[in-house]
């Protein structure tokens, strides 16, 4: 189920995704999570439009929409952590790559018009800008871009006519306003709209309250097509939905994290996520308690929980089974029914796939859970030269203390004990008689473990 590649075939395959392929896609009915996903490191970046990929420079480019002064980032190939972060500069909404001048363009908040993108020459974006044409050379003052290379048109979309403008890149002048039909525009992202380049389906709106991408053709402006997206999918009604390296991307605010999915027959089979961990929580209920959620899994066999009490050595503490294939949301819950005593407890999820392969999860902690206790009962009291003691306590004890301190904590007496899960050990105390003791209140204390 997993592929690997050596790099220089890896580098090769993202550089042909972002060329116009020869081959036509047709949309797959239900679109897959990729592996591929882009976290910012700002934890302003909650609310953004668009990312875009740079096929030369082999970067990811995404900011967040509002402000000059918001968070601009830059990704590498591969990697979902930015390497470098700048601000915007200028209020900022859509971006594009534009083959003509091997530059990043953008559409800026309502009359701002279009403007460049500064990129250094170590490939980040660095917020520079030159204006390209000012204006609100757009259809709302919100809207956020897309463009078409071949015809050279920057385009957005009008939910108030639902139809699509087209702009002259090399001029700004209104080329065409083209009127969208053939399905329901009622739940549809009303200011994100996608180029995909495939004939026939080349533009792409998001319904965000079915989770679909609706296609429409360029030619004359019908509905052709759709796909769904996982049920797990997150989406927005205005922004937050965007196309590029011929996937489609939406972005998660509450993890400032762009995902991206595979709409296409032909391409679905490539780099398919096994499993797409939504959530994995520790809780401590009388015992600990793991519990995690899927978005979509595929060719899962099973769950496996491991334990350790230093994070370096791990244990099998568990197995839960796994739904194999689905596109839907499914929790799961384990519950540790022999919990490890130590201050602090941590568990690991792995996953393993019905082929063999397997993949860990991040760790997580649970501390003071399924604490040791036990009751002492002590008889005679009060009393002179002996005490009988009775330790009940919940689990197997090998080396048990048993203590008499007086109230200075002195010890006065001490035994050894042990025990069996669920049994009551006797422990005799004697100590040399009441004169060589002061009259006093003495502590009775076991220590185990």
């Given at each position: 189920m997993r592929f690997s590649y050596s790099l220089l075939p890896l580098l090769l395959l993202a550089i042909t995704q972002c060329t116009t392929s020869n081959a036509q896609w047709t949309p797959a009915v239900n679109a897959i999570k990729l592996p591929d996903s882009l976290i910012f490191t700002s934890n302003t970046a909650n609310n953004n439009c668009t990312v875009v990929w740079h096929p030369v420079l082999q970067r990811y480019y995404s900011?967040?929409?509002?402000?000059?002064?918001?968070?601009?980032?830059?990704?590498?190939?591969?990697?979902?952590?930015?390497?470098?972060?700048?601000?915007?500069?200028?209020?900022s909404r859509g971006m594009w790559y534009n083959p003509a001048t091997n530059t990043i363009e953008r559409n800026c908040l309502g009359a701002l018009g279009w403007a460049t993108f500064g990129i250094d020459a170590g490939s980040c974006a660095t917020g520079a800008f030159t204006t390209i044409f000012p204006g609100q050379l757009q259809a709302t003052a919100q809207s956020c871009a897309a463009f078409d290379p071949v015809l050279n048109e920057v385009l957005t979309?009008?939910?108030?006519?639902?139809?699509?403008?087209?702009?002259?890149?090399?001029?700004?002048?209104?080329?065409?306003?083209?009127?969208?039909?053939?399905?329901?525009?009622?739940?549809?992202?009303?200011?994100?709209?996608?180029?995909?380049?495939?004939?026939?389906?080349?533009?792409?709106?998001?319904?965000?309250?079915?989770?679909?991408?609706?296609?429409?053709?360029?030619?004359?402006?019908?509905?052709?097509?759709?796909?769904?997206?996982?049920a797990a999918a997150v989406t927005h009604t205005q922004f937050r939905f965007c196309y590029t390296n011929n996937r489609v991307w939406l972005f998660n605010a509450t993890l400032r994290k762009w995902n991206a999915y595979c709409i296409w027959q032909q391409t679905c089979g490539m780099d398919v996520l096994p499993v797409e961990l939504l959530a994995f929580n520790a809780t401590c209920d009388g015992t600990p308690s793991l519990t995690w959620s899927t978005g979509s899994e595929q060719n899962s066999s099973h769950f496996e929980i491991e334990r350790s009490t230093d994070a370096r050595e791990w244990t099998f503490a568990g197995r839960v089974e796994s739904a194999a294939n689905s596109q839907q949301l499914i929790e799961y819950a384990w519950s540790d029914p022999e919990p490890l005593h130590a201050p602090v407890v941590y568990y690991r999820l792995r996953q393993v796939d019905l082929d063999g392969g397997d993949e860990l999860f991040d760790v997580l902690t649970v501390s003071g859970c399924g604490t040791r206790s036990?009751?002492?009962?002590?008889?005679?009291?009060?009393?002179?030269?002996?005490?009988?003691?009775?330790?009940?306590?919940?689990?197997?004890?090998?080396?048990?203390?048993?203590?008499?301190?007086?109230?200075?904590?002195?010890?006065?007496?001490?035994?050894?004990?042990?025990?069996?899960?669920?049994?009551?050990?006797?422990?005799?105390?004697?100590w040399a008689g009441s004169r060589s003791i002061p009259a006093s209140i003495h502590r009775c204390a076991g220590r185990y473990g």
């Open positions: 900011l967040r929409i509002g402000a000059a002064n918001f968070p601009l980032e830059t990704w590498v190939l591969g990697s979902s952590t930015s390497v470098c972060v700048a601000t915007t500069a200028i209020d979309y009008s939910a108030a006519t639902t139809s699509v403008e087209f702009r002259d890149r090399a001029t700004g002048t209104l080329v065409q306003a083209l009127l969208l039909t053939g399905t329901s525009f009622a739940n549809v992202n009303t200011e994100s709209i996608i180029w995909t380049g495939q004939a026939g389906y080349e533009i792409g709106l998001l319904n965000w309250a079915t989770k679909r991408v609706f296609l429409f053709s360029r030619a004359t402006g019908a509905f052709t097509g759709q796909s769904q997206l996982p036990s009751t002492i009962t002590a008889y005679p009291n009060p009393t002179t030269d002996l005490l009988h003691v009775s330790i009940n306590v919940k689990e197997a004890i090998e080396g048990g203390r048993l203590e008499l301190r007086d109230a200075m904590g002195r010890p006065v007496s001490r035994r050894s004990y042990r025990s069996r899960l669920g049994e009551t050990a006797p422990v005799r105390l004697e």
